[in-house]
């Protein structure tokens, strides 16, 4: 059985720093790609950032210049390192994983297993 298990958030002022870790279990993730989406209050899930079996990588504008995403095939876990973060990143973080080695689009269609998810709120 797959699972995947964040870790990592909290609460944290604005301009601070946070790093999210996702151990995957159940199936080794090295050569697909994986991804970090995230559901503000009261809004739809969005896409953050994804990294693919080769480990290139993809993040969204609003969060460019401040969050890496990283994996570490050794582990089977992937990371988010988030900077300079800003109140309007307060949302639940979920860790992404899809069956594929890379996925083009942003939406959370293509990944097939999730993670519970894991709060972060930015305070002003």
């Known amino acids: 059985q797959v699972q995947l298990v964040e870790s990592g958030g909290g609460l944290v002022q604005a301009g601070g720093s946070l790093r999210l870790s996702c151990a995957a279990s159940g199936r080794t993730f090295s050569s697909n790609a994986m991804g970090w989406f995230r559901q503000p209050p009261g809004k739809e899930r969005e896409f953050v950032a994804t990294?693919?079996?080769?480990?290139?990588?993809r993040t969204a504008d609003s969060v460019k210049g401040r969050f890496t995403i990283s994996r570490d095939n050794a582990k089977n876990t992937v990371s988010l390192q988030m900077n300079n973060l800003k109140p309007e990143d307060t949302a639940v973080y979920y860790c992404?994983?899809?069956?594929?080695?890379?996925?083009?689009?942003?939406?959370?269609?293509?990944?097939?297993?999730w993670g519970q998810g894991t709060q972060v709120t930015v305070s002003s």
């Open positions: 990294i693919s079996g080769s480990g290139d990588t």
């Open positions: 992404a994983a899809s069956k594929l080695r890379v996925v083009f689009t942003t939406t959370p269609g293509p990944y097939d297993y």
